[in-house]
């Protein structure tokens, strides 16, 4: 996974560190169906399957992941959501 | 960067629309009762429309006494979380020994537990439907099971499922 440092402005910061799927989906669901679309999530996972996981959501909702890093076995990830939810 | 895969359809202006997963839950243990259940949950924080058919031993996930009370079957089940030779599974309290190992290796994970996942699924609107014949065959009635299940028999949920994108059996 690629380091982006240019990160846009985060709205929420969700910490997902200790959780296994489903939850990090769950909870980061819930989190941008609040959001507008536009505003950025920031998501800390440390689920390994997460690396794959965040990314399909993100395809499956019509969010877009805008930056992620991986460091330490503790993942970023920055989803900005999508207009046509 | 990746473009969401629904970005051609909605280019049309046409609301595309959301993709569907039905499953059915046939088992009524407790290490088979997640996998739909995460599957469900998962699917449907995706934006899915998700249906669940419980069917046979399935039935007993919406079962108000049962579904607190599914079991980890320690007989003829060699990947069980209780490393003992077969034939002992079926000494008593082999089950419960089982079951009890299974719980609190999921607690350990913070894993939600059983009606906390069927809370979460109802709550993003998950659909549960209860097989009819099976309430006929086992003799379960409407009221012994949660709220907000639909009573269906297989061609209602054929119904459902044939509109459906992923369709899986568990």
Redesign the interface.
């Known amino acids: 996974m690629t380091t982006q440092t240019d990160v846009p402005n985060t709205h929420e910061t969700l910490d997902t560190s200790g959780l296994l799927c489903p939850l990090p989906v769950y909870k980061a669901g819930m989190v941008l169906g609040r959001l507008e679309p536009g505003q950025v999530l920031e998501l800390i996972c440390t689920d390994p399957g997460s690396l794959q996981d965040i990314p399909a959501m993100a395809r499956q909702r019509g969010d877009t992941l805008v930056a992620s890093e991986d460091l330490n076995g503790t993942q970023r990830f920055w989803i900005e959501k999508g207009t046509k939810q | 960067?990746?473009?969401?895969?629904?970005?051609a359809a909605?280019d049309s202006g046409v609301e595309?629309k959301p993709?569907r997963l039905a499953l059915v839950a046939s088992k009524g243990t407790l290490d088979q009762a997640y996998p739909p259940l995460?599957l469900a949950?998962?699917a449907?924080?995706?934006?899915?429309e998700v249906g669940i058919y419980f069917t046979f031993y399935g039935l007993d996930i919406l079962h108000q006494d049962r579904f607190e009370k599914l079991r980890v079957a320690s007989l003829a089940n060699p990947a069980g979380p209780i490393k003992i030779p077969n034939l002992l599974g079926a000494v008593p309290g082999a089950t419960a020994a089982a079951t009890k190992v299974m719980k609190s290796w999921m607690k350990k994970?913070?894993?939600?537990d059983l009606p906390e996942f069927i809370e979460?699924a109802q709550g993003l609107g998950v659909r549960f439907f209860a097989c009819a014949t099976t309430m006929g065959v086992m003799g379960v009635d409407e009221s012994d099971l949660i709220e907000g299940c639909d009573i269906a028999g297989a061609t209602a949920f054929l119904d459902f499922a044939a509109d459906a994108d992923v369709q899986l059996f568990v």
């Not at chain 2, 960067?1 to 970005?7: N, V």
């Not at chain 2, 449907?44 to 899915?48: D, I, K, N, P, R």
């Open positions: 960067m990746t473009l969401p895969a629904s970005e909605t595309p993709k995460i949950t998962t449907a924080s995706l934006g899915w994970a913070s894993m939600p979460m």
